[in-house]
Structures are given as structure tokens and as C-alpha cells.
């Protein structure tokens, strides 16, 4: 069972750290995602870690997210600066084991956590 945390209320240009946790098992041989719904649009990949640490990101958050993972900790981050209003939404972690052909695709992931709210708002 994945558990998202870390969302709240961040300002135009202000930063947040996500966290996706893992209960009664291991991330260590798991793929992680981050999605995102924005109301009344479409969950959409954000960003993605492979197991041997290799990242995928969207073209919107490049440069701004920074995805990793602390296996010891069993623990998966997104560290997020220059937040802007578009990025306001609920975040959702998922694992799964995708190639790399279906790494932004809801499908391609089997277990998720229950999201959290980041809102940008000055």
C-alpha cells in the first residue's frame, strides 16, 4: 500500500516536498510515479523513478521537480520549487512496472496511494 504526503498551501515561486511511503512491503524492486488531477481535467504523469534510479519527467515540471528515492527509508520524493498556479493539484503516487514506452500512462501502474493536495495560491 502506497501513502501519499506533503501537500498544502505553497505560494507562486515557493517550493514543497512530496512523499510516497510504502506499507507492508518493499519500493526497492518497484517503479514509483507522481500523477496529478487538476480539477475537471485528467490525472497526468508528473514525474518517475526506475529501481536502478533512473528518472522520467514531464515537460512541465522539468527542471522545477526532482524525483528520488530513499530505499532504506523505503521512501519516494518529489521535491517541487518554482510552484506556479498550474501546478496546483492532487497528487497521487503509483507503482507499478511499466516500460519504457508506457511510463506516462495511468494503465501501466497498479497500486496507488490516496493523494494529496498541493494548492499554489498567493
Known amino acids: 500500500q502506497l501513502q501519499a504526503s506533503g501537500g498544502g498551501l505553497a505560494q507562486p515561486g515557493g517550493s514543497l516536498r512530496l512523499s510516497c511511503a510504502a506499507s507492508?512491503?518493499?519500493?526497492?524492486?518497484?517503479?514509483i510515479a507522481w500523477f496529478r488531477q487538476a480539477p475537471g481535467r485528467e490525472r497526468q504523469f508528473v514525474a518517475g523513478?526506475?529501481?536502478?534510479?533512473?528518472?522520467y519527467y514531464a515537460d512541465s515540471v522539468k527542471g522545477r521537480f526532482t524525483i528520488s528515492r530513499d530505499n532504506a527509508k523505503n521512501i519516494v520524493y518529489l521535491q517541487m520549487i518554482t510552484l506556479n498556479t498550474e501546478d496546483t493539484a492532487v497528487y497521487y503516487c503509483?507503482?507499478?512496472?511499466?516500460?519504457?514506452?508506457?511510463?506516462?500512462?495511468?494503465?501501466?501502474?497498479?497500486?496507488w496511494g490516496q493523494g494529496t493536495l498541493v494548492t499554489v495560491s498567493s
Open positions: 503509483a507503482g507499478g512496472r511499466p516500460i519504457t514506452s508506457t511510463v506516462r500512462q495511468r494503465e501501466a501502474y497498479y497500486y
Open positions: 507492508g512491503g518493499t519500493l526497492d524492486y518497484i517503479f
Open positions: 523513478i526506475r529501481p536502478t534510479g533512473a528518472t
